[in-house]
T-cell receptor
């Protein structure tokens, strides 16, 4: 079993829909939780990060962390074709350099 | 001006060859990384250097050898290439861990194909 599990999709939604992505993990020591976006043939770029449990909002993006369930989510509201990409969750232990990634979910937003 | 740049972007080579991928960051970061992304898009850390010192060395064949001549550079040398080494290799950098250590900046990737 991988340390971080993420459904690879693919996920296809119409423009304007809410995109819901999630990851589960097994290591209860994880404290920082991140979401990266990766366009085709590009490197991952950080979208959001959350420390410990709770919600964080940034524009159309909302990240949620439920440490009791070892479950994290990313919601994209009013999705746009430009949101079409692979979304990777990542997490790490406090004071550790190593990030553990999920496999990534490929999202297509249809115009 | 690219923050994390790596060369070459594409590399096709024969089994048994030795090749290098170079990486440079102009962000003033003190930690650099090499990640490998396989065909299923799974990203896995290989190495990390902090101030030119190796701090992470995951279970990677010793045919892979990182070299950090200074804080801004981290190169990856691969000996005796095998078919299974075909992947995308990402260089990345960040500040020392802590809150800002979450912001890891990735390069554009180097697509290695071994034939």
């Amino acid at each position: 079993q991988k340390e971080v599990e993420q459904d690879p999709g693919p996920l296809s939604v119409p423009e304007g829909a809410i995109v819901s992505l999630n990851c589960t993990y097994s290591n209860s020591a994880f404290q920082y939780f991140m979401w990266y976006r990766q366009y085709s043939r590009k490197g991952p770029e950080l979208l959001m990060y959350t420390y410990s449990s709770g919600n964080k909002e940034d524009g159309r993006f909302t990240a949620q962390v439920d440490k009791s369930s070892k479950y994290i989510s990313l919601f994209i509201r009013d999705s746009q074709p430009s949101d079409s990409a692979t979304y990777l969750c990542a997490m790490r232990v406090l004071n550790d350099y190593k990030l553990s990634f999920g496999a990534g979910t490929t999202v297509t937003v249809r115009a | 001006d690219t923050a994390v740049s790596q060369t070459p972007k594409y590399l096709v080579t024969q089994m048994g060859n030795d090749k290098s991928i170079k990486c440079e960051q102009n962000l003033g970061h003190d930690t650099m990384y090499w990640y490998k992304q396989d065909s299923k898009k799974f990203l896995k850390i290989m190495f990390s250097y902090n101030n030119k010192e190796l701090i992470i060395n995951e279970t990677v064949p010793n045919r892979f050898s990182p070299k950090s001549p200074d804080k801004a550079h981290l190169n990856l040398h691969i000996n005796s290439l095998e078919l299974g080494d075909s992947a995308v290799y990402f260089c990345a950098s960040s500040r020392t861990t802590g809150d800002s250590g979450n912001t890891i900046y990735f390069g554009e990737g180097s697509w290695l194909t071994v034939v």
